[in-house]
């Protein structure tokens, strides 16, 4: 069993950065995937960004590359770094993990950019 506690949001002003971390624990071997999705009301879940177990990063052409994924192994932890923050970005954000075969959520962190 795994278990994903993410921390890090909170109330940012636009134009302003943001770091999400997500502390995994249990076992976790590879292959895998990480990854950083969020929600806000009314909207579906989407995907922000993930990481594989290789290190190769994805993320939606809509971030304009103001969002970046990264892990510290050591500390079996991924980071979700958030630039140039927009009203549009708010949400809670969640933390994936896919680790086969199975799936695992954190219970999110909620982002709110605003003046």
């Known amino acids: 069993q795994v278990q994903l506690v993410e921390s890090g949001g909170g109330l940012v002003q636009p134009g302003g950065s943001l770091r999400l971390s997500c502390a995994a624990s249990?076992?976790?071997?590879?292959?895998?995937?990480m990854a950083w999705y969020r929600q806000a009301p009314g909207e579906q879940r989407e995907l922000v960004a993930q990481i594989t177990s290789d290190g190769n990063t994805d993320y939606p052409d809509s971030l304009e590359g103001r969002f970046t994924i990264s892990r510290d192994d050591a500390k079996n932890t991924v980071y979700l770094q958030m630039y140039n923050l927009k009203p549009e970005d708010t949400a809670v954000y969640y933390c994936?993990?896919?680790?086969?075969?199975?799936?695992?959520w954190g219970q999110g962190t909620q982002v709110t950019v605003s003046s």
């Open positions: 249990g076992s976790i071997f590879s292959p895998y995937v």
């Open positions: 994936y993990a896919w680790i086969a075969p199975s799936e695992f």
